[in-house]
């Protein structure tokens, strides 16, 4: 890579040399014109100059003959012209100018041979002028200053010479020197970025775990103490999955792999799946203001995907540098031939920056001083992945600040139009007439009332409603006595000091409660929760629940009842996981362990949707899809066949639907991206909306993990001598039980599915060492190097990363010295395993035999 580097910059320089040839030769072509007529010098010298010139030019222009060739041409008629110069002039001192430039230029140009031939035919030709001066009978003037100029003539080439060809080989060295040094750095920063993702990627597999079981767990009827457990485990992981996931992106975004979509999407329900995502953060008790105005249009073509991530990072850059107060979004249109440019605006009421902040703070990992008052840490990666994004889209990030008062983030994003109707509307508005009793009295902060009222100003224009706003108990027993109400909205503060009026008027009226942050009092069935953050559709879905009273408002549940859903994965945890997740949704839900099995049993069973890992041994994910339509279209049957995987970056989501995927959810599973796909990929008449009771609020999460660091009961640090046995074989048992939520018979299913999947694999690593297929031993030995790590046996673990990486490289003789290093201390954490458990693995016949396997759907799994 440095050649190449190196050659293309002489390549540079060579061209530049040749331009500044050609313009000397036409000057020089001139000079020598005009000085033959006054001088009265050889007159066939004159059409020889311009042939020459002719000639030399009309090559460079043409581009027919290789530039090398042009130069060396284009150097002898120079020295040609340059002779005849020197040979010419009266006094020999006037030549030596004309022979530094030459050699000058054909230093610059990297010619050594042109250099050389300029410096002795300028000396030879002042020679020769000499000579003939001599021979002429004109003699030399023998004075004594013309001697020591026409002595220095001959030494100042000379001189020149010397320096000039220093200069350039100096130059050229440090030149290298620089090259060299660029490269390094180029390829450790891209060694660096991939080390990034490649970790990150690993980390995937883990947290799909934690957060998918949590989640599982938290459906079921639980006591609140483990309750609280699992919200604190379900924050975590989210928490590490986000930061995970800006890793991802600021590495795609510095290596120039972004890969921008253009989908169509509604803003709606994009801001919904945001405000889901955001719960599972801590908002240090500030108010979120999110002000979309209804006209913008309800669906919109680009990355929607990437806009919410804008929109998270800003949000929770405002979170970070706000003490009190909180954070307003404004999204508006302005209309545009191509569609809109999609405006966002992000205000919060924090510390703000100076200007050598706002400076700074696109560059990567920066992060304000330690002076500032940050409530919470980060990677610094947030603006410049938001602006990343920005550009990627062909929009603008632009940020202003006022030290102490706050920052605004906008952005302005161009997007095609599908559908030009508003996000937000109302049916039966001429009908509606609607008050609110909102102070915000329990909002401290002035500037957030503030965005409340600009807020619903734009919410009531947008929506062509009646609003009447009422400030006091006085003016509301006025109002209702002559007007009628149909939608009533009351804040928190207000409904607490006027409860028992707020409660009548709710058997007369649609009557909803902005709750703040916490609140958590009990209110009648017929009032409506509206909690925050307070946003329009909150607002919009009220006033269409129609002019009835005493309706309770519940969450609807999307399930699809007794839908065949195949899971195909070569991880045995991530089948657990997965089953986990589908069978709340009602799905039967059959598992596979790779390509070919799936291939095997859809021609033996029809499914409604396919969930289809990608890297897996054999047959990969592509493939096994591929095959699978084409043999649905022999049979005139029709395929979902939905990509899961690990690979989140956003090329990836790009390239698994150009091949032929219905779909994408990355991993780990998030419900909100799952439920979207869902609906997107599955028909209408699958999908059952059931009504669901809202959970019981409990404390946040994040207010328990004082709690949960202390639930470690000494009755169960007894229980670890059973583990003396694989702890001898170097696996940590705490931190495996730790990876299954402290649930320690988890963790011996976990050991037991590890001695029982893993037994045959080791032959066919046996089997791969042997044929020396290193694509399929790296595919293997990933997955004993990740459930290995599972566990806790992190030695082994990381001598199959060793071998992983050997293998992808393609040194097989790194993997055949290692091999059986590992191979001994698997059998001997097997054989521990085996002890512990009371259980012996089958015995089963190598890869290289020729038994087939049958595979048991019922029994695949845990």
């Known amino acids: ?18 331009l500044i040839m050609l313009i000397t030769m036409g000057i ?29 030019f009309s090559m460079y222009i043409s581009h027919r003959v290789r530039e090398q060739i042009q130069i060396y041409i284009c150097g002898v008629f120079l020295l040609f012209l340059t002779f005849y110069y020197v040979s010419n002039i009266d006094t020999v001192y006037d030549s030596s100018a004309l022979v530094i430039i030459m050699i000058m230029i054909f230093a610059f140009a990297g010619e050594r041979v042109l250099t050389i031939a300029s410096l002795l035919i ?93 989640a599982v767990m938290e459906k079921d009827e639980l006591p609140e103490r483990v309750r609280d457990s699992m919200e604190a485990i379900s924050e975590a992981g989210h ?79 405002g979170y970070k540098f706000t003490r009190e107060g909180g954070v307003y979004v404004h999204l508006h249109a302005v209309p545009r031939e191509y569609g809109i440019n999609l405006v966002i605006e992000v205000t919060d009421t924090g510390i703000g920056m100076s200007a050598d902040d706002i400076e700074h703070i696109y560059d990567r990992f920066f992060q304000l001083d330690s002076g500032r008052s940050r409530t919470t840490g980060g990677l610094g990666l947030g603006i410049p992945i938001a602006n ?21 983030a906008r952005v302005s994003l161009p997007q095609g139009v599908i559908n030009a109707a508003p996000c937000l509307s109302v049916r039966n508005k001429e009908n509606c007439v609607v008050a609110g009793f909102l102070g915000f009295m329990t909002t401290g902060h002035p500037k957030i009332r503030e965005f409340y ?45 006027n409860r028992e009026y707020i409660e009548e008027l709710s058997h007369q009226m649609n009557v909803a409660l902005v709750a703040d942050i916490g609140f958590k009092g009990e209110v009648p069935r017929n009032i409506t929760m509206l909690p925050k953050p307070f946003h329009g559709a909150q607002v919009a879905n009220f006033l269409n629940q129609g002019f009835s009273t005493g309706d309770t408002v519940s969450d609807e549940v999307m399930t699809c009842p007794g839908l065949p859903c195949l899971v195909v994965d070569d991880e045995p945890m991530n089948l657990l996981v997965a089953r986990g997740i589908f069978e709340t949704y009602g799905m039967v839900v059959t598992t596979v362990s790779g390509g070919q099995e799936a291939i095997d049993i859809c021609g033996r069973q029809d499914f409604g949707i396919i969930f289809m890992d990608h890297m897996m041994p054999g047959m990969d994910g592509v493939e096994a899809m591929k095959l699978l339509r084409k043999n649905a279209a022999r049979e005139k049957k029709e395929l ?44 209408k008449s699958v999908i059952v909306y059931e009504q669901a009771p809202k959970k019981k609020k409990t404390a946040s999460a994040s207010k328990k993990k004082a709690d949960i660091r202390k639930k470690a009961p000494e009755t169960e640090t007894k229980k670890d001598d059973e583990y003396s046995g694989i702890r001898a074989c170097g696996v940590d048992p705490e931190q495996g039980i730790q990876y299954c939520m402290g649930d320690r018979n988890f963790y011996k299913e976990l050991l037991s599915e590890y001695i029982k999947d893993r037994q045959f694999k080791l032959s066919e690593l046996a089997a791969y060492v042997k044929e020396e297929d290193l694509k399929d031993y790296a595919i293997r030995i990933h997955a004993l190097k990740s459930t290995s790590k599972m566990i806790g046996a992190l030695s082994l673990s990381e001598q199959a990363r060793v071998l992983e990486e050997a293998a992808k490289e393609g040194d ?15 059998e001997e954490l097997l054989n521990a395993i085996e002890a512990l458990s009371g259980e012996k693995e089958p015995e089963k016949k190598s890869a290289s035999d020729d038994e087939i396997l049958e595979f048991d759907p019922e029994g695949s799994d845990l």
């Open 388 to 408: 990343g994004f920005t550009k990627a889209m062909g929009g603008v990030l632009a940020i202003d600040s006022v030290p102490g008062e706050g920052t605004t």
């Open 812 to 826: 097989g003789e790194t993997v055949r010295k290692k091999h059986p290093a590992l191979l001994t201390a698997y």
């Open 122 to 214: 300028g000396l030879g030709g002042m020679g020769l002028h000499l000579v003939l001066r001599q021979t002429s009978g004109k003699g030399l003037i023998l004075e004594t200053s013309s001697i020591i100029r026409t002595c220095w003539a001959f030494v100042i080439v000379g001189l020149a010479y010397m320096l000039i060809v220093r200069i350039m080989h100096v130059w050229e060295r440090t030149q290298k020197e620089f090259t060299e040094q660029v490269e390094r750095i180029t390829e450790e920063n891209a060694r660096a970025n991939n080390f990034l993702a490649n970790v990150s990627h690993e980390i995937r597999t883990p947290i799909n775990a934690v957060i998918g079981l949590s």
């Open 28 to 56: 020089l072509g001139l000079v020598l014109i005009i000085l033959n007529r006054v001088l009265r010098w050889e007159i066939w010298m004159i059409p020889v100059i311009v042939a020459g010139i002719v000639v030399c």
């Open 1 to 18: 890579m440095t050649e190449l580097s190196e050659e293309r910059q002489k390549e540079e320089f060579r061209t530049a040399a040749h």
């Open 453 to 497: 009222m600009e807020f619903i100003s734009h919410l009531v224009i947008g929506l062509g409603v009646s609003f009447y706003r009422i400030q006091s108990r006085e003016e509301l027993e006025r109002f209702v006595k002559v007007n009628r109400i149909t939608h009533f909205f009351v804040g928190t503060g207000e409904y607490l000091e």
């Open 640 to 683: 979902c066949i939905v990509a899961l995987t690990a690979n989140a970056i956003s090329s990836a989501k790009e390239m698994f639907l150009s091949e032929g995927f219905d779909g994408f959810v990355p991993k780990p599973i998030e419900i909100p991206e799952l439920e979207r796909v869902l609906k997107r990929v599955l028909p």
């Open 239 to 317: 928490r590490v999955a986000e930061q995970i996931g800006d890793i991802l992106d600021f590495t795609e975004i510095d290596m120039k792999r972004l890969a921008v979509t253009k989908e169509s999407y509604i803003i709606d329900s994009l801001i919904n799946d945001l405000l889901v995502q955001l719960s599972f953060t801590e908002n240090y008790g500030l108010d979120l203001v999110i002000d979309m105005e209804p006209d913008i249009p309800l669906e919109l073509v680009g990355d929607g995907t990437k806009i919410k991530k804008i929109l998270w990072h800003l949000i929770s850059n």
